[in-house]
């Protein structure tokens, strides 16, 4: 699990791309927007579905590198608000 959180702590973005994701947190609904982010039929655990997210968090970060016409900023939103809510639900290292 710090593998996931240090993996998400690393990532280096546009600050544009993570103020908008952090002011979409607020907004955030597990139980409504997971399912459709990382489009599944049923809500995976924390850990799972953060290793969904940075995958395709992954796969659109080197589709906006590369200048694709099909690379879409809100779907890239909406990965990076899903990534730091399911982060926020692991359990921090030193806690008990």
Known sequence: MSDLLSLVSELRRPRLL???????????NRSR?????????DTPAPERALSALLAEE????????????SYSFIRH???????????RL???????
């Open 33 to 41: 927007d997971l399912r459709r982010v990382i489009r599944v039929a």
């Open 77 to 87: 939103i909406e990965v990076l608000i899903a990534m730091m809510a399911e982060a």
């Open 18 to 28: 993570i103020r908008a994701a952090r002011a979409g947190l607020a907004e955030y």
């Open 58 to 69: 992954e796969r659109l970060e080197a589709t906006r590198q590369a200048g694709d016409a």
């Open 90 to 96: 692991l359990p921090q290292p030193g806690r008990a």
